[in-house]
């Protein structure tokens, strides 16, 4: 039984967003996601993002570990060029909320480092 929720499942309700980047690590480099989830507490202001905690499995479409920040619109650009100029080893993942996990995990994703291959198949109809 899986005991992790999404991180979007732990989003406050008075806080919407319209994006939301997961950032993959593994044992190798836990401590860089870690510094740059602490990073990003730094760097932006509470109310413009949710961060996730690190969540050290696979769960849902996400192979590996992992933790996920939520976003508005109006910082999708200044977010994905941030996150892809301090990423390091990490690979990320930006999607949208469409309301279509399959297609926000795949033609509506932009990856930042290497394209990790999602389990797609709990997106099924």
């Given at each position: 039984?899986n005991?992790?929720?999404?991180?979007?499942?732990?989003?406050?309700?008075?806080?919407?967003?319209?994006?939301?980047?997961?950032?993959?690590?593994?044992?190798?480099?836990?401590?860089?996601?870690?510094?740059?989830?602490?990073?990003?507490?730094?760097?932006?202001?509470?109310?413009?993002?949710?961060?996730g905690?690190?969540?050290?499995?696979?769960?849902?479409?996400?192979?590996i570990?992992?933790?996920?920040?939520?976003?508005?619109?109006?910082?999708?650009?200044?977010?994905?060029?941030?996150?892809?100029?301090?990423?390091?080893?990490?690979?990320?993942l930006?999607?949208?909320?469409?309301?279509?996990?399959?297609?926000?995990?795949?033609?509506?994703?932009?990856?930042?480092?290497?394209?990790?291959?999602?389990?797609?198949?709990?997106?099924?109809?």
């Open positions: 039984m005991s992790f929720k999404l991180n979007s499942e732990q989003i406050p309700e008075d806080f919407s967003s319209d994006f939301d980047a997961h950032i993959y690590f593994t044992e190798e480099t836990i401590e860089e996601a870690k510094a740059l989830q602490l990073l990003i507490k730094n760097t932006f202001a509470p109310k413009d993002l949710y961060i905690d690190l969540i050290p499995k696979a769960i849902g479409p996400h192979p570990p992992m933790f996920e920040i939520d976003f508005k619109s109006p910082l999708f650009d200044k977010m994905t060029e941030w996150l892809n100029l301090h990423r390091g080893n990490l690979n990320i930006v999607h949208p909320h469409s309301g279509d996990g399959l297609y926000d995990h795949t033609d509506g994703a932009i990856w930042l480092g290497e394209k990790i291959p999602l389990k797609l198949s709990i997106f099924a109809k």
